[in-house]
Structure formats: C-alpha cells, structure tokens
C-alpha cells in the first residue's frame, strides 16, 4: 500500500481529533440529527480499528457508510441558497470526505482518494484550523505517475496581438523599478495604478508554473472551473474538472468554450503550490489578512468591466493580460441587480460602446499588458476590464489600507 509510507500516526491524530472533538457533539445535538450522529460514530470506530488491525470487510463497510452519510449531508447543502446553509453541515461533509480517502488509500485507489480529498475542500469546511484533507492530497499528488504526454518541455508562451479598443483618452501605466516599502507608501497617494518590475522574480513559480508542470505535478486535482465568455453571460455555468484535463481541453488544444479557473483560492486547496510564492513585504502595509486568489487559464478569458472592496496588487506569474481602467470616481454604469453592482454595463470592447454610452469618451481609460513577473498596483473600487491574451496563471493579493 503506497499510504505504508505515510504514518498510520497521521490517521490516528486526525480520527482522534474528529471522535473527540467537542464541537462536533455539541452540533450534532443542536440539529437534532441522530441517524447522521450513529452513521459518523460507527464510521469513526471502524477507522480506528482499521488503524490497528485491518480487515478488508470492515473497510466496505465504511466506505459503504461514508457514501451513505456523504450523500445524506449533500442534499442537506444542497437545498435553498448556499450562503444559509449551516456551517457544521459543511465542517461533517469534509471530515467524511477525509476517512472516506483514507480508507480509498489502504486500497491503493489513488485517484478516487484525490478526488474525494478535493469534494471534501471544495465543498466543505474546516473544524477551526485543521489541514488533515489538505495534507493528505497533496501526499497522494506525489505518488500519481507522472503524465507521459506533458513530459516534454512546454513550448514558450506567445503573446496575442489583440487590437486596443477605440478609447477617445487613454493612458499607459507608470512603471517603477523594485521600490523599496517606504517608496511604495509613497506611491499610494494618489490612488492611481502603477506597474513594479522585478519583484517577484525570486519566486519559484516564476520557473516553475506552465501547464506542463501543472499537469505533472496536480494533474489529478480536482477544481472549479467557470464555463463561458464572461460571468455577466447567460451561458456561464460551472463545473468540476481535474486540472489535467481542465489544461489539455482548453489549452492544450483549441475549444469552442472559454474556461477559467477564476478569482479561487487555489492555495488552501492544493497547498503545494504556496510554496512557489512568498509574501510581499508591501502587503505589510494591510490592516487585515491577505486574501489570496488565483487565476488560471487560457487566451481569450475576459473579466468584464468592474470593481473590487479591496486594494490589489496583481502578480502575473506565466503569461500575458491585458487591463483597461477607470478611475474609481467614474460613473461606468453598474448594473440594477443586486448581484452585479459592482459590474459596469459598459463592454469597452465592443465597437458600440461609445454610442451607447456617450459620456464614455469623457473618460480617461488606464491601459497596461502585464507580462511574466510584472506586478500591478490596482487602487481600491476602481475599474477595470481584464483579457488574457495567451495561456495566464496570475496571482491577487488583496488588502485594505
């Protein structure tokens, strides 16, 4: 069993932790759920007993009932709107999740145990700061052969020559070389983008992160992909897919869809990969947490015209992007729905944008096509339109002043 090389004391700790965590009875009595409360119970006690002594027959018994439970929780986060569903539901759904890959990974089924691993972070949520699910995914991630079709070297990346939208005022960006912390404060007031070159070119994921690599390395993984041109189209939709195929269907090859892995945080997910990025000491500057996002995909995603709650400092690792700005203080014409309010109704793109839209010419748009390694600086609220203009795996850290 490839899990020989991983301590049994790893699944001891974490089926300890679950059985006596106090939280967990407390909800469990609160919800009035005792059939849920049985099945966990026994699901728990068979693991640990698997732990000292295992029987094939006991562990189809829990996987049996883990199925059971999982399928009993899913439609319990599945009814109404996801934002009111208790929490707790979400904490059980991923600690079933995680016996469910142990005992997936005794048997050698590796994929499936990755892939329940990945249901268990995308769907639900830890009990305080555990990592038991994540720990385990990225271990199994480690013993998947390596894809021989994406053994080769991933050919460079290429630029698309898009045409500039006809803008009546626009302005590059300024750049600035490396600047200390104090010079970056400096550089805040005003509130006006700006571009720092070779400040993240110490970063390993500057060498490292191509599809390629990505394929070999968290090919098996399992995230949420966004369908579609934009999110404010009637034909967006989500779905599922492993990274491997998510990368050959849409990037390695030509496809009739667009598909983005957008604005996730792809860390707490696969946590291998925040090892191939190190925290900017501008961030220092945040009067609260970081909030890290990924963004991974091919040329041609678009993020309409809109505004964010918080400052941004954009890292584009591989690839190229392309941002069209205005000044936060614009009227860009947000949308009515309550949804997309912080989304303009303006498609800057779009040959007709200044006849529906006159007043647009009164405004200065900010343009930059951010390469490989470049870091843009995007004040708080203010606008801006995105394009990839060739395969892109950007990061956003952002912040508030």
């Known amino acids: 069993m490839i899990v020989n090389s991983l301590s049994y004391e790893n699944f001891h700790v974490a089926t300890n932790f679950y059985s006596t965590c106090s939280v967990i009875a407390e909800e469990f009595s609160r919800l009035y759920c005792s059939k849920e409360k049985d099945l966990y119970g026994g699901i728990l006690g068979r693991t640990s007993h698997l732990i000292k002594d295992y029987d094939v027959n006991v562990r189809k018994q829990v996987l049996q009932d883990c199925d059971i439970l999982l399928h009993l929780i899913w439609e319990t986060i599945n009814i109404g709107h996801w934002k009111d569903v208790d929490v707790f539901w979400r904490q059980l759904y991923r600690s079933i999740c995680f016996i469910k890959s142990v005992n997936l990974s005794w048997d050698d089924r590796i994929a ?12 639900g949520a830890p009990f305080g ?3 038991f699910v994540q720990e385990l995914a990225d271990f199994l991630s480690q013993h998947v052969s390596i894809d021989s079709l994406c053994e080769t070297e991933h050919e460079p ?14 302005k590059e960006i300024p750049q600035v070389n490396a600047p200390s912390l104090e010079k970056f404060i400096e550089l805040l007031n005003p509130s006006t983008p700006f571009i720092m070159k070779n400040v993240i070119d110490h970063w390993p994921a500057m060498k490292k992160w191509n599809p390629s690599y990505l394929i070999q390395n968290h090919g098996e993984r399992t995230v949420p992909i966004e369908i579609g041109s934009s999110y404010t189209s009637e034909q967006w939709s989500q779905k599922l897919l492993k990274l491997k195929d998510f990368i050959r269907t849409y990037m390695l090859t030509s496809s009739n869809e667009v598909a983005y892995l957008a604005q996730y945080e792809l860390f707490n997910h696969i946590t291998r990969l925040k090892e191939d990025i190190t925290p900017l000491d501008y961030c220092a500057v945040s009067e609260s947490d970081v909030v890290t996002n990924c963004w991974f995909g091919p040329e041609g995603t678009v993020s309409p015209l809109h505004h964010d709650h918080y400052q941004n400092l954009f890292c584009q690792v591989y690839g190229y992007k392309r941002f069209i700005m205005f000044d936060s203080h614009d009227n860009m014409h947000p949308h009515q729905h309550h949804l997309l309010k912080n989304t303009s109704q303006i498609d800057v793109e779009s040959p ?21 390694g470049d870091v843009l600086y995007l004040p708080l609220h203010w606008w801006h339109h995105v394009r990839s203009l060739s395969v892109s795996f950007s990061v956003s850290l952002w912040w508030k002043k």
């Open 352 to 372: 007709n944008a200044l006849r529906d839209f006159p007043d647009l010419a009164d405004k200065t748009a900010w343009i930059a096509d951010l390469g490989p």
């Open 157 to 170: 990346v290429r630029k698309a020559e898009f045409p500039l939208p006809f803008l009546s005022n626009h």
């Open 129 to 131: 700061e555990e990592l």
């Open 112 to 123: 499936e145990a990755i892939l329940s691993c990945d249901m268990g972070l995308i769907m």
